[in-house]
């Protein structure tokens, strides 16, 4: 029933989503739209996507007992989806492949990309290197800098990576960019959106092409437990990872949804990416969603130690699965979501990124409430090697007090 | 059909807007409209008094006043910072609809509001509309709202004399192009380029065919801009279209203090006007 509801009106959740753009990226994104519908239309195309899928990124990957945490939680079975071991290191290279396929079908050799974490930008430069297309990555200046290794990956790939110095130079600031350098070579470039955010058809094309995660997790549950999870945790910046997990679920009201943002430096100093705390509608690159912005409709400054949830709006499906009240979001700090790095560290020898450090951090609140014949599942959208530098520098301090 | 809406309305639908009065008053004269543009709150709130009272003065047909914004996905370098510099000064919707009231008296030239929508919607769509008709806004152009999604602010303007601008894009397709043509008040701005606003040495081969073919279409005059920075371009262009509009350029010599590349933009018909 919910599912009926999602996508009332083409590109619109409830009063979410819609097509805010510069007339001059209408006709492509109808473009898009229409060669996207073909592509999920032709059997060839999905048989191709499930080729490199398989062979190129190493899906399906495991749906891991983590049996040390469970014991450590003492709650709920504990199950992570790793989206950690994919080529790349994160779920952003199912996406990211998906639509360079499509950007093949729609002729187009010339692919643009925002990145925060880096991590969208490494996934969109591996595949522009797989499929031969010129790429280039827009990142703010200051996760340029925090996330250095990424860039140097990005370069290794063969894309251009061009640092973006306006605003606050993080993800809002590079999409921006990445939206005027596509209103400009709109002819000939594709457009890589890198989560479930921005004007129809973006938040659909993403969330289709994430399900794949809750599609494997949801197969491989009933594989191993025989039944449905009872709930499932995932991190949310723009809301790929978690919309991808979530989707197939959403009509399973046994099962409990829960989505976490950064609440960077917390909630109450207003240094941080929740826009779920503050429940302001607004427009910002292309989508009508929550936002954070001040009284005069100005967009406000994400702040996250994770890049990846340094976004300021939250992709529309998740506005209006919140909205219905069918997921629940909530937010954790840094500090927070460092412990929750740490935890998985120690307990799996998994490190995972920050984004999905946050996921982990909550999950384990909310396994603990619950009784030891429940299951439930953590997005692991990513993993950590990206981040070391960033946690070791937090962490500083404390590093031999342990 | 229009008394029985008016019936209704309880109040006159606005068909011709006078926007589009006041622009078509310049073609019949034989000359070409100019409508330069500027950011409000660059310089300061109280150069936007000076800024339109010397662009009136010069006989320019309208002026657009672009409202400044965090995140400006539709302009250049030059623009953008000009915007970052009205937002230090504290411009933002409301203080400047407020400065603008206190000298509406001093203003014959049609005003534009050029402004994204996130900050007309914190405003409040009701409250902005009204708030224009009391300054006395002759249109309003919101870059990132394309005809599909315009009905919120259109149906606020039915029986208003505030124009809701459509903009026209080289990459729109005939179908789109009669829709949007349709929908359109004031006149259209048919965007030069495919590109944010700023300076262009180039203009593609095809300009002169598109601005023709919109010139068929449209029975409303059709203004071109977006990239337009040279008193040469003011004339080639203006010469396919029933005018130009021409931002980064009057935004460049205000910052710089150079009135007299102002004048120079200008095209000679207006300034004999
Ligand atoms: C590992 C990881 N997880 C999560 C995210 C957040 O994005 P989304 O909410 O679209 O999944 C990112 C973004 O870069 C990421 O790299």
């Known amino acids: ?402 | 059909m229009l008394k029985q809406f008016e019936q209704q309305w309880g109040q006159k639908i606005m068909t011709t807007k006078p926007l589009q009065v006041a622009i078509e008053k310049k073609i019949k004269a034989g000359q070409k409209a100019f409508i330069p543009y500027i950011m409000a709150g660059d310089g300061g709130l109280k150069a936007i008094r000076k800024q339109i009272l010397f662009l009136q003065n010069e006989g320019v047909t309208a002026i657009e006043l672009g409202i400044p914004f965090t995140d400006p996905v539709a302009d250049g370098p030059v623009i953008q910072e000009a915007g970052s510099r009205a937002l230090k000064e504290g411009a933002n919707l409301k203080v400047i609809l407020n400065e603008m009231a206190q000298f509406k008296e001093d203003i014959q030239v049609p005003l534009i509001i050029m402004s994204y929508l996130n900050p007309i919607l914190a405003y409040g769509i009701e409250k902005f509309v009204a708030k224009c008709e009391e300054v006395g806004i002759a249109g309003l152009i919101i870059p990132d709202l394309p005809v599909e999604e315009s009905e919120m602010i259109r149906s606020k303007l039915i029986t208003s004399p505030v124009a809701l601008v459509q903009l026209v894009s080289l990459t729109s397709p005939q179908n789109r192009i009669e829709k949007i043509a349709k929908a359109a008040e004031g006149f259209i701005y048919a965007v030069t380029v495919n590109g944010i606003t700023g300076v262009r040495n180039e203009f593609g081969k095809s300009l002169d065919e598109h601005l023709h073919n919109l010139k068929e279409i449209s029975n409303i005059p059709v203004l071109a801009g977006f990239g337009i920075s040279t008193p040469e371009q003011v004339e080639k262009i203006g010469a396919m279209a029933d005018g130009v509009i021409v931002g980064s350029a009057i935004v460049k010599a205000f910052h710089e203090g150079n009135e007299s590349a102002i004048k120079a933009l200008l095209p000679k018909v207006v300034v004999n006007d």
């Open chain 1, 1 to 402: 029933m919910v599912k009926e509801l999602s996508e009332q009106k083409a590109g619109r959740y409830g009063k979410f989503g819609g097509q805010f753009v510069p007339e001059t990226l209408m006709t492509a994104l109808n473009e898009l739209e229409t060669a996207y519908d073909e592509a999920t239309k032709d059997p060839s195309f999905h048989e191709e996507l499930q080729y490199y899928l398989k062979d190129y990124v190493g899906r399906e990957n495991p749906l891991y007992y983590a049996e040390r945490l469970t014991k450590k939680i003492g709650g709920a079975k504990i199950y992570l989806k790793r989206e950690d071991l994919n080529h790349t290191g994160a779920h952003k290279i199912n996406n990211a492949l998906g639509q360079a396929l499509l950007a093949l079908r729609m002729g187009k050799k010339k692919i643009v990309a925002e990145t925060g974490a880096g991590q969208h930008g490494v996934a969109t430069a591996t595949v522009c290197a797989l499929f031969d297309l010129e790429c280039v990555i827009f990142m703010g200046k200051e996760d340029v800098r925090r996330q250095a290794l990424n860039v140097f990956r990005m370069e290794l790939l063969g894309a251009t990576v061009v640092s973006v110095d306006q605003g606050g130079g993080t993800l809002k600031d590079a999409v921006n960019e990445a939206l005027r350098y596509w209103v400009t070579n709109v002819e000939d470039t594709h457009y890589i959106l890198g989560s479930a955010l921005g004007p129809h058809p973006f938040p659909r094309i993403v969330r289709d092409f994430q399900r794949v995660i809750g599609d494997e997790t949801r197969k491989q549950i009933l594989e191993k437990e025989g039944r449905l999870p009872n709930a499932i945790v995932a991190c949310v910046g723009g809301g790929s990872n978690a919309i991808g997990m979530f989707h197939p679920f959403v009509n399973d009201e046994s099962v409990k949804l829960y989505g976490v943002e950064a609440a960077g430096s917390g909630i109450q100093t207003g240094l941080h990416a929740a826009a779920f705390a503050e429940l302001k509608e607004g427009v910002l690159h292309g989508a009508y969603m929550y936002l954070l912005q001040d009284d005069n409709g100005f967009i406000q400054e994400a702040h996250s130690i994770s890049a990846g949830l340094d976004y300021p709006g939250v992709g529309p499906e998740h506005c209006y699965l919140h909205d219905i009240g069918r997921v629940k979001y909530s937010s954790v700090t840094d500090d927070e979501a460092l412990e929750g790095l740490k935890l998985l560290s120690r307990t799996e020898g998994i490190i995972p990124a920050l984004e999905s450090a946050h996921a982990i951090y909550r999950a384990a609140e909310i396994a603990k409430e619950m009784k030891p014949d429940e299951i439930l599942v953590i997005c692991l959208s990513g993993r950590g090697d990206k981040d070391v530098e960033t946690v070791r520098a937090a962490m500083g301090a404390e590093n031999h007090d342990n």
